[in-house]
Nanobody, 119 residues
Framework: QVQLVESGGGLVQAGGSLNLSCATS????????MGWYRQAPGKQRELVAV???????NYADSVKGRFTISRHNAKNTVHLQMNSLKPEDTAVYYC?????????????WGQGTHVTVSS
């Protein structure tokens, strides 16, 4: 069982920045992929950014050039640096970890952290 704890959310004005953190209870080296998702009121949860154990990253088109996902291996954390925030970035942001095992994948989610961007 992997526990994930997000932090760093809050209220920020449009154009501002926030840095979200996701701390894992497992060694980050045992996790195949970690990502950030978000869910705005009345909308489906969507992928924001993901990073794999191989070092590759992928971003939603809506955040490319503004958000950066990074791993801090020594602290077993993943960060999401969010710059040039827009009101449409307002959502609950969730951290997700994926661990591969023979024949199946395990997914773990954090409890979420609220991000509100005012115009």
């Amino acid at each position: 069982q992997v526990q994930l704890v997000e932090s760093g959310g809050g209220l920020v004005q449009a154009g501002g920045s926030l840095n979200l953190s996701c701390a894992t209870s497992a060694s980050i080296f045992s996790i195949n992929a970690m990502g950030w998702y978000r869910q705005a009121p009345g909308k489906q949860r969507e992928l924001v950014a993901v990073t794999t154990s191989g070092g590759s990253t992928n971003y939603a088109d809506s955040v490319k050039g503004r958000f950066t996902i990074s791993r801090h291996n020594a602290k077993n954390t993943v960060h999401l640096q969010m710059n040039s925030l827009k009101p449409e970035d307002t959502a609950v942001y969730y951290c997700k970890a994926v661990i591969a095992a023979p024949g199946q994948w395990y997914e773990y989610w954090g409890q979420g952290t609220h991000v509100t961007v005012s115009s």
